[in-house]
């Protein structure tokens, strides 16, 4: 079977909106020069579209038109290694997909302990993070919330009554399993993480572990967060300000 061919056939059982790459089209590499030939022509027919070099979309076609894929499509190559997630969205444009935020980023920020991941995806630049653990499908989502905590007090935008609650309503949906693991990435975080983490615990009477954040901080340090009482009553416990 021809190159062109083998690719085409490819594409065609993808789904309308999947992102790919040359890796993913079955081709070996060195048919990768007649397969560069063959995704222009496919690219020219509109078949496919380029997001960014050596990555493509296949277009979702709607009653409106095409549909381009979502942010979190769109990055999904370089979310992914080998069929496995190394990275994960972090920053502006995860807050504001949390709530926290009506904030819009001009820059969406890639997380990743073993790559960085810098392209432009349109006009939106992407720029690399470093993570704080190895990141995975089964503990991204764990540290999409520490990241919240972390950035609390830079998120633009942010009502902090309001964005306690939503990051309160995520924590008490974990299992036990789940929030030991969140517990313990939450020792690698910085301090103020660790405080807000177990104010949070506290405030939601889930005492799971909160002994082991206190045991990995001092005592006598406080965190200006501008969080106060009335926005979450266990606080001044953590010595949050």
Sequence with gaps: MKVAE????????MQDGATFKYQQLGIDPTEYSAGAKAIERLIKRGVIKRISTGVFYKP?????????????????PYLFEDGKRIAYITGGSLYNRMGL???VPKTIKVASKTKRVTTKIGKTHVKPVKSYVDVTDHNYYL????????????????????????????????SDDELSKMVRYALKYPPRVKALLGAILEFSNNRNRIEDLKANMNPFTSYKLGITKDILPTAPKWNIE
């Design 101 to 103: 935020t009506t904030q």
């Design 60 to 76: 979702r076609q709607s009653a409106f038109g095409e549909l381009r894929p979502g942010e979190e499509e769109l990055l999904k």
């Design 143 to 174: 540290l999409e919330i520490l990241d919240a905590l972390k950035d609390f007090k830079t998120i633009p935008d942010i009502d902090k009554k309001s964005a306690i609650t939503i990051i309160k309503n995520k924590i008490i949906k974990l």
């Design 6 to 13: 083998k690719i085409e056939r490819k594409i065609n059982r």
